[in-house]
């Protein structure tokens, strides 16, 4: 399929923490991250995403990791682990887990490549996992796809599922890179191009711009202020393209705000500094992922 090879050198392990039975976008950057011959996945955590649509969203997204691989005929070949049903009660008081203990496992070891762990929803398994095994940080590069837009912050999904978990790894020495939602939502894409450079390609192509387009009606009949009609953002993508490539001009180097209940952030100048991201070349990772799909799956019958 590839006719090329990466260098061992520069392969990563890669840990993904995704909340995937949300909505629609999570399933894209899983099946790009397994198709990318740089990263070395040691895991797919499952993760919840609150409780307002179910009491069960940690468990839902861990089926759908199960689905995704099945449908990229990929069925147990990446572990698939269990984690939080819920976000951080207190420092003293969370629940740790298998997929806590995955990342903990892989930042102690003493492979040489470098670990990433990316965090598509809550930062609940990352903050858990700091406070049993607070020797992780400087052991890890954790990118996040969640928080407001610097410098006030602001009401933003992934975050508000656990906003002490946020605090507690801005307070952390873990090496964070975050993707605020105003950079996250330049991942623009159309149905219509789904339809061209996805549907086409094998069990995954179809299954990613059906269930696409079967929540874009679910997301106009719950009335999501974001809903777009013919278009989406595929929020979670560039979690998958800074691995690939870290858009070297594009970030910040930013105090790690304390962030309150309303989800605003407060510096007092004395907190250490995270690489916060203002821009993404979203036609890099797009076609990047589309092109994966088309040389690693035949075209289907339909097409």
Not at 134 to 151: C, H, K, M, N, S
Not at 221 to 237: A, I, P, R
Not at 282 to 301: A, C, G, H, T
Request: with cysteine; hydrophobic share 40%.
């Amino acid at each position: 399929m590839y006719r090329f090879q990466v260098p061992d050198s520069m392969k990563f392990r890669v840990i993904i923490d995704t909340d995937a039975k949300n909505e629609a976008d999570d399933q894209f950057a899983i099946a790009h991250a397994l198709l990318t011959p740089r990263f070395m996945v040691k895991g797919i955590i499952a993760t919840h995403f609150g409780k307002h649509r179910t009491e069960e969203s940690m468990e839902e997204s861990y089926q759908e990791c199960i689905k995704v691989l099945e449908l990229m005929d990929m069925a147990g070949q990446v572990d698939i682990l269990r984690s939080s049903r819920e976000a951080v009660k207190s420092e003293t008081d969370y629940e740790y887990t298998e997929g806590a203990q995955r990342i903990v496992d892989e930042a102690l070891s003493d492979d040489p490549h470098r670990l990433f762990v990316v965090f598509l929803g809550p930062l609940t398994n990352l903050a858990c996992a700091y406070l049993k095994n607070p020797e992780i940080a400087g052991r890890l590069t954790a990118i996040w796809i969640g928080g407001g837009v610097y410098p006030d912050g602001g009401k933003e999904f992934n975050l508000s599922n656990d906003i002490l978990a946020a605090n507690i790894v801005m307070k952390s020495g873990i090496d964070l890179w975050q993707v605020p939602c105003n950079v996250y939502t330049k991942m623009k894409t159309s149905l219509t191009e789904l339809q061209d450079k996805v549907y086409p390609y094998g069990k995954i192509g179809k299954y990613l711009f059906e269930q696409m387009a079967e929540f874009n009606h679910i997301a106009a009949t719950v009335g999501v202020e974001w809903f777009g009609g013919e278009s989406w953002s595929l929020g979670d993508s560039p979690a998958i393209g800074l691995m690939m490539n870290p858009h070297e001009y594009s970030y910040t180097l930013m105090e790690a705000p304390f962030i309150d209940s309303e989800m605003k952030y407060h510096f007092d100048g004395k907190g250490r500094k995270i690489r916060v991201y203002h821009e993404i070349d979203s036609r890099f990772i797009l076609e990047d992922m589309f092109v994966k799909l088309r040389l690693n799956y035949p075209q289907n019958e339909c097409c």
